[in-house]
């Protein structure tokens, strides 16, 4: 009974001590433990919920009307207005913490400090993510190249799918599935064939040397220019670029909608060969001519049995 009741008394001195310990705000446990505290504390997480709630609905309503402006009106870019959006909606929900945080009397100073410090070592730590967030930063602000564009990357021909603050997806021209580092995007040359309406197209048409030149450059130009995809302006270019080996070639530019480019610079070939053939007009194709040391010297050739005799000089 005695270990029993020493063991009591020491447990209650060890309680009345934790009780007198301060915890918070320079008051105790047993400080704390009263009505009024219990009220004032309740009453700050009635707050810090309520605050909480209101700063989920005001992010998601102000992310949601930002991205809306994108998607209503055709001129902007979707993917800039979903990037603001989401920054918008993350900015508001920080401060909505730090809001929480000093509803409990905590200071928020000595945690900006803190978290300041903890970005510049993940910052150190995660330097090639970051350089590809930055650079998917500047590509959304800036749209050297958006989504439906079709570009060349770094190497990769396609059509733009999809802008991530991380990478950019590419479509190639086998509809294979491409992903590009956003610093690799952002760090190189970037064509972008779906800037401008027009584009020129140009073709190289070689004929005979003893072709009429004059006729032949009528034919190349009004069967060119007889096609509905032809641009009169800018002025279509049509002259003797190159003396060949074995032919006169003629150098063609013509304009065209952007959008047909591939499909009428293959048609257009097509079309002038026929055209020139239909006009009689000769299209080389290159030659050599054998010279012997010894034109007497006649060549290895078969009798009728199927051997073989060789005629001496």
């Known amino acids: ?10 447990f209650k001195i060890n309680v009345a001590a934790f009780a007198d310990t301060e915890i918070y705000g320079g008051q105790s446990l047993s ?10 504390l309740l009453g700050n997480i009635v707050a810090a919920i309520a605050i909480l709630l209101l700063g989920f609905v005001v992010s998601g309503v102000v992310g949601r009307r930002i991205r809306r402006l994108g998607q209503d009106h055709a001129t902007m870019d979707t993917t800039l207005f979903t990037f603001l959006g989401n920054i918008a909606r993350y900015t508001i929900l920080a401060f909505t913490c730090l809001f ?23 910052g150190l730590a995660l330097q090639g993510t970051l350089s590809n967030v930055a650079a998917g930063v500047m590509i959304i602000l800036f749209r050297p190249l958006k989504i439906g564009d079709f570009v060349t990357v770094n190497g990769v021909t396609g059509t733009v799918k999809e802008i991530t603050l991380n990478y950019t997806e590419i479509a190639d021209l ?3 599935q491409v992903i590009v580092p956003n610093s690799e995007v952002w760090g190189n040359t970037i064509s972008n064939y779906s800037v401008y309406d027009k584009r ?6 070689g004929v005979g040397y003893g072709v009429n030149l004059a006729k032949a450059e009528e034919v190349i130009r009004d069967t060119i220019m007889a096609d509905e995809r032809s641009l009169d302006d800018p002025e279509p270019f049509v002259q003797v670029n190159n003396l060949g080996d074995s032919s006169v070639d003629f150098l063609v530019r013509v304009w ?18 026929e055209a020139l053939d239909a006009a009689e007009i000769d299209i080389p194709f290159p030659t050599r001519t054998l010279m012997h040391e010894n034109p007497r010297c006649e060549l290895v050739h078969g009798d009728e049995e199927g051997g073989k005799e060789t005629v001496a000089e």
């Not at 959008?259 to 060969?273: E, G, P």
Request: net charge negative; glycine share 6%; hydrophobic share 50%.
């Open 1 to 10: 009974m005695e270990q029993i009741e020493s063991l009591y008394q020491s």
């Open 31 to 40: 400080d704390l433990l009263t009505l009024d505290m219990l009220v004032l």
């Open 100 to 122: 929480i945080l000093n509803t409990f009397g905590i200071q928020t100073t000595s945690i900006v400090a803190v978290i300041g410090a903890a970005g510049i070592a993940i």
């Open 174 to 176: 086998g509809n294979v």
């Open 200 to 205: 020129r197209a140009e073709w190289s048409f």
């Open 256 to 273: 065209c909608p952007a959008d047909v480019y591939f499909q009428y610079q293959a048609d257009m070939k097509r079309k002038v060969k």
